[in-house]
């Protein structure tokens, strides 16, 4: 059976989580909790899984996988459907730069540690965090919501669930956590509520999970 090393509010496995449901494959949930003694996923244990020492990792019997969108797409070559990808090549590209620009462009400057490193090195304060987190959210949000209203459908890109909706969800559930203003993004919540009334959606929730707090 899939192993997946997780923390319950980590939006990178929150991406895998959802697609491990939507596919509907069966999966052994191993939380690793980023936050006790120092950060579990730092142990020497761990990081000889994965040397990056974040989560998520994906362990199929002796093959470990980490990189959120690299296992996303493991899980589409093992359950190819339902796809998470359009048929047509230059579609298929566009979803994948659209999935980028969520989870390589606007999550990782807002994710836990460098929330850690504003507070510890650069002295910023739960009011300066709170800036930052809205600066660099609503500037993705912004060019997203445009992509949206050439692309979109009932989901990101037309009216089936891709790789898009797995990474705009777990960015909403962010936002959501750090009062980032969404009003000005009506595509953007109404595909993520949409979203988010579907079981896989549910399922993957962080507050779903068995680590939960």
């Not at 060019?143 to 790789?163: H, N, V």
Request: aromatic content about 10%; glycine content about 4%.
């Amino acid at each position: 059976m899939l192993k997946l090393y997780t923390y319950w509010r980590s939006s990178a496995a929150y991406r895998v989580r959802i697609a491990l449901h939507h596919k509907g494959l069966e999966f052994e949930s191993v939380p690793v909790n980023l936050i006790k003694d120092g950060g579990q996923q730092r142990s020497d244990q761990y990081r000889q899984m994965n040397p990056a020492a974040l989560v998520p990792t994906l362990l199929d019997g002796d093959f470990a996988l980490n990189q959120s969108l690299a296992i996303i797409d493991y899980l589409e070559a093992l359950a190819p459907t339902p796809s998470l990808y359009p048929k047509n090549l230059q579609d298929k590209m566009l979803v994948k730069a659209m999935a980028m620009d969520i989870a390589c462009e606007v999550h990782p400057i807002n994710n836990l540690r460098v929330q850690q490193y504003l507070a510890r090195e650069l002295g910023a304060g739960q009011e300066a965090k709170q800036a930052w987190f809205k600066h660099w959210m609503s500037n993705g949000f912004e060019a997203l919501e445009r992509q949206l209203e050439k692309y979109s459908g009932q989901y990101c890109f037309g009216d089936d669930i891709t790789l898009v909706d797995l990474c705009l969800v777990p960015q909403i559930y962010n936002a959501n956590r750090f009062g980032v203003e969404l009003v000005d993004f009506p595509l953007i919540t109404d595909i993520v509520e949409r979203c988010n009334s579907l079981p896989a959606f549910i399922q993957a929730q962080p507050e779903q999970q068995p680590d939960a707090v």
